[in-house]
């Protein structure tokens, strides 16, 4: 079980700190209107993603169980093609790109959970990365499922949160944390994607 949880944390904390849409917004949010009215958005997965995750678990029971291997290994290139995007964004300094973005004032959480359906992100991680992992424990022993469900969501929110109050403390200090963060994320996604091919190719 533990090796389960701590396995989901660190997807959790991967997924949490990748470029994208939901994050841009988060800390754009947090540039303007400070952490505290911001980081109730950092609960937005907790909104959004159950459609999103029960989607992927329906659509991956179907699949015969010879896909199982075809989806670890396309999830593995999927996971070290993050973990380059991450890498670039690492290397060229600009940790997640949130300059220039305008975002309007109030329903902070609504708005949140709204940009992360509307983002692929999550879809890919959920049908291709996550999802597997999550329907094989779950088949396996159901508090597994429960298990890496529970390290995902725990590492995801304290990883937002982490980053929303880095941005609204200072804008000098919020660059250098959210790159080392994106430099930590693309080491974890290197190794994650390393494994999930391991699996589907031996």
């Known amino acids: 079980m533990l090796s389960i949880i701590v396995l989901a944390m660190g997807y959790g904390f991967a997924a949490a700190v990748q470029p994208g849409p939901f994050q841009t917004y988060l800390i754009s949010q947090s540039l303007r209107q400070g952490w ?3 980081l109730p ?3 937005a997965p907790l909104v959004s993603d159950g459609p999103i995750i029960l989607l992927a678990v329906l659509v ?3 699949l015969p169980a010879t896909w199982e291997r075809t989806l670890h290994v396309a999830g593995g290139l999927y996971v070290l093609y993050l973990a380059w995007g991450a890498f670039r964004a690492w290397r060229e300094q ?3 790109g949130f300059g220039g973005v305008v975002v309007d004032d109030g329903h902070g959480l609504v708005k949140a959970a709204l940009t992360n359906v509307l983002s692929p992100g999550p879809y890919l991680f959920w049908g291709m990365v996550t999802g597997p992992i999550l329907l094989a424990g779950w088949r396996e022993e159901p508090a597994r499922g ?3 469900l529970f ?3 725990v590492a995801m929110v304290a990883s937002l949160a982490t980053l929303i109050i880095a941005f609204s403390s200072a ?3 919020g660059p250098r944390v959210t790159r080392t963060l994106v430099g930590l994320s693309a080491l974890a996604l290197f190794g994650f ?3 999930q091919l391991a699996r589907g190719l031996f």
Request: aromatic letters at 12%.
């Open 41 to 43: 958005a950092s609960l």
């Open 36 to 38: 505290r009215r911001t």
């Open 94 to 96: 600009e940790a997640l």
């Open 193 to 195: 994607g390393i494994l």
């Open 146 to 148: 429960i298990g890496f």
């Open 60 to 62: 991956l029971s179907q």
């Open 151 to 153: 390290g995902f969501y």
């Open 171 to 173: 804008r000098r200090l």
